[in-house]
Antibody
Framework: EVQLLELGGGLVKPGGSLRLSCAAS????????MSWVRQAPGKGLEWVSS????????FYAVSVKGRFTISRDNAKNSLYLHMDSLRAEDTAVYFC????????????????????WGQGTLVTFSS | SYVLTQPPSVSVAPGQTARITCGGD??????VHWYQQKPGQAPVLVVY???DRPSGVPVRFSGSNSANTATLTISRVEAGDEADYYC????????????FGGGTKLTVL
């Protein structure tokens, strides 16, 4: 059974930093593209970032580009999200998600659907 | 940036058919995926590639995509289908971005 477990959420101050991790079991992470998707309280889903299996193709939402960094360690079957310059609007539950299928056009490969999701970790702000 | 538009809510009686739409400019040229999310839970993939079902998803769930509208159809709706549903595509028109629709709350009357 595939399981994704997010860790690292918590209370942060505006302008602060936080590192989220996602531990995978039941799958070999090296076979999957991975992504972070967030959900603000009472709101819809918002894609944050994606990384392909070899860390060659990395994509960010406009809202986080330049502040967040996605990375992975296939040997540890883990995905990470380093978040800097955090803002109140970054408050959300952060989910990691896997994608077995990819779509390649030219030299760019994108993950397709998000086939497995973790339960999420909450990032909130203190004043 | 690319926008996907979903109705905020759809209501249907048990045993009836629910149709949830996802509108976007020429969305028929993109591959649309659908997710179900129940309160307090993570999203679950229910349809991918416009109309394929992952293993374990009931055949009552189906999808279609043409022109400017993709549709998730749930036949013989059950109380357990009550949830939020989101459509999703990748937009490569400028920078590569994954885009979600705003979500539709399905209420089973």
């Amino acid at each position: 059974e595939v399981q994704l477990l997010e860790l690292g959420g918590g209370l942060v101050k505006p302008g602060g930093s936080l590192r989220l991790s996602c531990a995978a079991s039941g799958l070999s992470l090296s076979d999957y593209s991975m992504s972070w998707v967030r959900q603000a309280p009472g709101k819809g889903l918002e894609w944050v970032s994606s990384i392909d299996s070899g860390s060659s193709h990395i994509f960010y939402a406009v809202s986080v580009k330049g502040r967040f960094t996605i990375s992975r360690d296939n040997a540890k079957n883990s995905l990470y999200l380093h978040m800097d310059s955090l803002r109140a609007e970054d408050t959300a539950v952060y989910f990691c998600a896997s994608s077995r299928r990819i779509y390649c056009s030219g030299t760019t490969c994108l993950p397709m659907e998000f086939d497995h999701w973790g339960q999420g970790t909450l990032v909130t702000f203190s004043s | 940036s690319y926008v996907l538009t979903q109705p905020p809510s759809v209501s249907v009686a048990p045993g009836q058919t629910a149709r949830i739409t996802c509108g976007g400019d020429n969305v028929g040229s993109k591959s649309v995926h659908w997710y179900q999310q129940k309160p307090g839970q993570a999203p679950v993939l229910v349809v991918y590639g416009d109309s394929d079902r992952p293993s374990g998803v009931p055949v009552r769930f189906s999808g279609s995509n043409s022109a400017n509208t993709a549709t998730l159809t749930i036949s013989r709706v059950e109380a357990g289908d009550e949830a939020d549903y989101y459509c999703q595509v990748w937009d490569s028109s400028s920078d590569h971005q994954a885009v979600f629709g705003g979500g539709t709350k399905l209420t089973v009357l």
